[in-house]
């Protein structure tokens, strides 16, 4: 049991002795006393004040005074107003250390069979562009909650909704037919989602230099000129005849697709993320088309003098949301329908959680609504996990210029930069160029993802690789350093000999006590980041865990401590601090090096 479990059980104890009144010991959560008072955990007494009639400093000294006389792991207490601050007894610190080093998987939550089954969406890339630094934000943010939820006692299915239809598709494959000569993956040298996404750009180029010279040959205004883009018409008639199922068309696009997800594959394998299952746009959205027409027939949408189908949601407090164009093509919001209703049908899914940045508020607030008026009982329990964008110096990227921050290239610079600032401060001395280059790929890859997962994901952030690369301060380099270290140590006492004996009898000092604290703060701080979707408290606690350790390491020795007792409970410190800063790492998707 851990030591807020005894409190708590000791407060509620104590509530039906003095008071006869039933408090759940569930229903009450010790927090850490904040560091003015003196004391440990902290038990807000104020719920209990009415029924006990007195005033809230008199019923926390009551409380207190119960739990001193009855609860071995008490020493004293102090009471602030309406909280009660508890000092645990300074050896009952060794039970909880012992709790911790004993409880396999500490921090997370078994799953069985009669765990709720939470699948999350991350990722959504589009097959005319290669990944960029929003989609690596996005697939952290995606992977680590789902191990998370995970670690919470859930079942977990992850998965990924591939845009592989659309206008946007079409451009990419329009402009290799007119401009591509042939080239391929191979011909060229270059990632398939990368020479796509080329393409991508090349379309938006000459577009916008054809409606240029419209605008100026016409003298009329570029909003005008757009319409009359014969690029873009043609663009159109592509999609049509892939909705059509032109042989041709769909040929071409399962020749480039292929092209894509190869790169793709790559992108997330050194990324570290992955998925249970994917679902295809061009395979969910006749699914979504036909739900549509469904509502439309019973008059829960309505069709448009063009012909395009809609949604009027004025009742919900928004406006009219079109669902099928005039032309009968699907729009996102199609597809979302169709994929819903198929994962649905696949899994007995508990909660839906799809993780996509806050741009898309409006999006899922109408998807939710237009899913419970077409049937579907869990349209309004889906949950859009809305995380803020990643913005540079210079501002915000765009795809179709092709000024984005390439996945591929950033990830390869991080890993350069591990290694070039790796150098510099000596920390590769003595190792292979293999051990050297499998470090620097940990620690570069490990800088970009604490750096982006570190901020709340609810904030939009500015991404400064070079800061993200240092070894001190709130970084993953020094979190991963601090775990080598310890390892370090561990190593060097095993050489010695020293086995982890009874420190039972040991009376820990102040910081050890802090350290002891921190790392029996593991499992709620995991259970909290599971609540309330939030990477950012694992990593936060990470960089805490590792500053409590540092200040512990420097000012008392571990290896050169010759009272036995004393050592083994430092040796277990330093067992247990690693064993735990690994397993939050490892909820980020992050890697520590043994050695650095």
């Not at 007119?178 to 011909?187: I, L, V």
């Not at 508020?361 to 237009?370: D, E, P, T």
Request: hydrophobic share 40%; aromatic share 10%; proline share 4%.
């Amino acid at each position: 049991m851990s030591i807020d479990q005894i409190i708590a059980e000791g407060v509620a104890k104590a509530v039906k002795a003095l008071y006869g009144i039933d408090a759940d010991a569930a229903s009450i959560v010790p927090q850490a006393t904040r560091k003015e008072f003196e004391g440990n955990l902290t038990v807000v007494v104020f719920p209990w004040v009415k029924a006990a009639r007195k005033a809230p400093e008199a019923v926390g000294a009551e409380i207190g005074q119960w739990l001193v006389e009855n609860e071995p792991a008490v020493a004293r207490f102090n009471t602030v107003k309406g909280f009660l601050n508890i000092v645990v007894e300074p050896t009952y610190w060794n039970k909880v250390l012992a709790h911790i080093a004993g409880t396999p998987d500490y921090g997370s939550v078994p799953v069985t069979d009669n765990s709720p089954l939470v699948m999350v969406e991350y990722s959504s890339p589009n097959t005319n562009k290669p990944l960029h630094l929003g989609h690596v934000r996005n697939n952290l943010l995606g992977y680590s909650l789902s191990r998370i939820l995970e670690a919470c006692g859930n079942k977990v299915v992850k998965t990924n909704i591939v845009n592989d239809r659309g206008i946007h598709i079409c451009k990419s494959m329009l402009a290799w037919q007119k401009w591509g000569d042939g080239a391929t993956p191979e011909s060229t040298g270059k990632k398939g989602d990368h020479l796509i996404g080329d393409f991508y750009v090349l379309f938006d180029k000459h577009y916008r230099a054809e409606v240029k010279e419209i605008a100026e040959r016409e003298n009329i205004p570029a909003e005008e000129a757009e319409k009359r883009s014969t690029l873009m018409a043609e663009a159109r008639d592509m999609l049509r005849r892939w909705e059509a199922g032109d042989p041709e068309i769909r040929g071409l696009w399962e020749r480039m697709n292929s092209w894509v997800y190869a790169g793709f594959d790559q992108t997330y394998k050194r990324l570290g993320v992955d998925f249970d299952k994917i679902y295809y746009e061009s395979q969910t959205y006749l699914e979504g088309k036909e739900k549509v027409l469904e509502g439309l027939e019973k008059g829960l949408m309505y069709r448009k003098e063009d012909g395009s189908v809609w949604a009027d949601l004025t009742n919900e407090g928004l406006d009219h949301k079109l669902l099928l164009r005039a032309d009968g093509t699907s729009v996102y919001m199609t597809q979302d329908i169709g994929t819903a209703k198929l994962r649905f049908r696949d899994y007995p899914i508990d909660r839906m959680i799809y993780v996509v940045g806050n741009e898309q508020n409006y999006h899922f607030q109408v998807l939710s609504l237009l899913l419970d008026r077409l049937g579907f009982k869990w349209g309004k329990d889906l949950v859009h996990f809305s995380y803020g964008m990643v913005e540079l110096p210079e501002g915000k990227m765009k795809s179709r210029e092709g000024t984005v921050v390439d996945a591929d290239d950033l990830m390869e610079e991080m890993v350069t930069e591990a290694r070039e600032v790796s150098r510099e401060m000596d920390k590769l001395q003595g190792l292979s160029e293999e051990e050297v280059a499998e470090i620097a790929e940990t620690v570069g890859m490990g800088a970009l993802k604490y750096f982006l997962l570190k901020v709340d994901p609810r904030k939009n952030m500015l991404f400064n690789p070079k800061e993200s690369i240092d070894f001190n301060g709130n970084t993953g380099p020094f979190i991963q350093y601090t775990y080598a270290r310890i390892r370090s140590v561990l190593r060097k006492a095993a050489e010695k000999g020293f086995a982890i004996g009874d420190y039972s009898s040991v009376v820990p000092n102040d910081k050890e006590i802090a350290l002891i604290q921190t790392l029996a703060d593991f499992p709620s701080t995991v259970q909290e980041a599971g609540r309330t979707f939030s990477p950012a408290l694992i990593a936060n606690y990470a960089y805490d865990l590792v500053k409590q350790f540092n200040q512990f390491y420097h000012d008392y020795t571990i290896l050169g401590e010759e009272d036995e007792p004393t050592r083994s409970l430092r040796l277990t410190l330093c067992d247990q601090t690693s064993r735990v800063v690994k397993a939050a790492m490892a909820l980020l998707g992050i890697r520590v090096p043994e050695r650095m």
